[in-house]
C-alpha cells in the first residue's frame, strides 16, 4: 500500500490529509466516495505518524490557523481596490494570495481563485466558506456579476 497526502475541500471546509491506496487513482476514488473534492494529492515516500490535530477516520485536518475578521477586512479592501483599477480577478486573487500572511486565509484565496479559473461564477466561489464572508458581501458579488458593475459595489 502507498500513502498520499490530500488537500480539498469538504462540506465547504477546507481539508488536508492522509490517505492509504494501492495507487493514486485508487486513492482519489476513495476521496471521492467520502464526498471530497481534491485539489491536491501527493504520493509521500513514508507513512507519517498520525498527527495531532487529525482525526483518525480520514485524517482530516481544518485550518491551522484562525482566520480574523480584520484578516477579511484587510483582503476585501485591497480586493475593492484592485478591481476598481481595472486589473483582471484572476491576477488580483494571485497577489493577494500572495501577500497574505496568514496561511489559511491564503489556501482559501487559492481555492477561491481555482475554481474561479474553473469557471465557477465569483459569487458562488466565495459562497463555499459561509463563516468567513456573510450573505451580505456573497449578495454584492453577485449583484456586481449581474450589473456588470463588481467595482462599483465592492
Known amino acids: 500500500m502507498e500513502h498520499y497526502t490530500y488537500k480539498g ?3 465547504g471546509k477546507y481539508i488536508e490529509g492522509e490517505i492509504e491506496a494501492l495507487n ?3 486513492a482519489s476514488h ?3 466516495e ?3 473534492i481534491i485539489t491536491n494529492l501527493i504520493k509521500t515516500k513514508k507513512k507519517k505518524d498520525n498527527k495531532k490535530g487529525q482525526t483518525k477516520g480520514g485524517g482530516l485536518t481544518l485550518f491551522k490557523k484562525k482566520i480574523k475578521a480584520e484578516d477579511i477586512v484587510i483582503f476585501s479592501k485591497q480586493f475593492a481596490t484592485m478591481v476598481k483599477a481595472g486589473l ?3 491576477n488580483v486573487l494571485e497577489m493577494l494570495r500572495n501577500q497574505l500572511e496568514n496561511p489559511s486565509l491564503k489556501e482559501v484565496i487559492e481555492d477561491i481563485r481555482k475554481s474561479l479559473e474553473g469557471g465557477v461564477t465569483l459569487s458562488k466561489c ?3 466558506y459561509p463563516k468567513l464572508f456573510e450573505n451580505f458581501y456573497i449578495n454584492l458579488i453577485k449583484a456586481g456579476e449581474a450589473s456588470g458593475k463588481l467595482d462599483e459595489l465592492l
Open 30 to 32: 476513495k476521496l471521492k
Open 34 to 36: 467520502k464526498k471530497v
Open 88 to 90: 483582471p480577478i484572476l
Open 24 to 26: 493514486q487513482d485508487e
Open 126 to 128: 466565495f459562497e463555499k
Open 9 to 11: 475541500i469538504s462540506a
